[in-house]
């Protein structure tokens, strides 16, 4: 039995994993691939092909959330671990069994035609990268929401969502949009305890990586790669009163999501700190506005419970 909730699908999908697998499930459009089978491998072709059925059941579910969740055309793919490069192509049968469903739409873009006459997709890679980014950090803060069962926060985003979506035509500014809506919930509907329980829990939702002391740099290299800053400075770590915690100053300019009701939605910052260490959690960030962008003291502790920061309130002046 494969489930019918995000959290049982994709632990079904996990369990058919392998460590030591040779086959994988890529785009065969892009070559990406997609949450919830990012970095999985399973040991043969028809492991393969039940976990790319069970990952379009998985996305499928994500579109009760968000209708704009990308469309993949999961393919089986071996993988050469001599070069790393994937060398077989999927099979008819593959595609057959993992490809994208007969008359559903393409992922969100805008859309216009080559020198043929054939439609292409005419975002930059950068823009549909955000849009893909925003993407995963919802549907893993809405696993989140579903496996702590926070059904009034769902609720409240769900109502929020849709009123944007039928003034809105941008998968771009809708994706920004969301994620401000569901920082907004999470602050109105949960106890800052339960908020860090759940961006731990969203965290743990995509691929994490291992402690590293630039931490906060590589978080926002990340920000602006991905286009939701246009430019950023942090300072180095300063110790505080003990060596359990610790704060940094940071800058962001033009960044992507607006401030709401005296509030600045930090989520996908907050959540990629959080994806990228095991060790310090955010348990403060005092932030003040500044000319074309804003100015933040971020203070993480080795020691504390962790605080929820997913928005947080805009200062008049800045943290002594």
């Known amino acids: 039995m494969v489930g019918t909730t995000l959290t049982q699908i994709r632990t079904h999908i996990e369990s058919l994993a392998s460590d030591d697998g040779t086959y994988e499930l890529v785009c065969g459009r892009t070559g990406e691939r997609p949450v919830p089978v990012d970095g999985l491998r399973f ?15 998985y996305r499928s579910a994500l579109r009760r959330y968000d209708p704009n969740v990308p469309y993949y055309d999961l393919i089986v793919s071996e993988h050469d671990s001599r070069s790393g490069f994937d060398g077989a192509t999927a099979t008819a049968e593959g595609w057959a069994t993992a490809g994208a469903t007969p008359g559903l739409p393409e992922p ?28 995963r950090v919802a549907a893993a803060v809405f696993e989140a929401l579903v496996d702590a069962d926070h059904r009034a926060v769902e609720t409240a985003v769900m109502d929020a969502y849709f009123d944007l979506a039928e003034t809105m035509s941008s998968a771009d500014d809708l994706c920004l949009r969301l994620l401000e809506s569901m920082a907004t919930a999470l602050h109105v509907h949960l106890a800052s305890a339960e908020q860090a329980d759940v961006l731990e829990r969203a965290a743990s939702n995509l691929a994490s990586r291992p402690d590293a002391t630039k931490t906060l740099a590589a978080t926002l290299a990340e920000m602006e790669r991905l286009d939701l800053v246009e430019s950023y400075t942090c300072s180095a770590w300063r110790s505080g009163p003990d060596a359990t915690t610790r704060a940094a100053e940071l800058t962001l300019e033009g960044y992507a999501l607006s401030a709401r009701e005296g509030r600045l939605p930090v989520l996908p910052v907050v959540l990629e700190l959080y994806r990228r260490t095991s060790s310090w959690r955010p348990v403060s960030l005092h932030v003040t506005s500044t000319e074309g962008g804003w100015h933040a003291t971020l203070s993480v502790s080795s020691a504390s419970s962790a605080v929820g920061l997913a928005s947080v309130p805009i200062h008049e002046h800045a943290a002594d």
């Open 43 to 57: 040991e043969d072709r028809e492991t393969a092909e039940a976990a790319a059925r069970a990952a379009r059941k």
């Open 108 to 135: 969100p873009c805008d859309l216009g035609t080559d020198a043929g006459g054939r439609t292409e997709c005419a975002a930059d890679g950068d823009r549909s990268e955000r849009v893909e980014f925003c993407h």
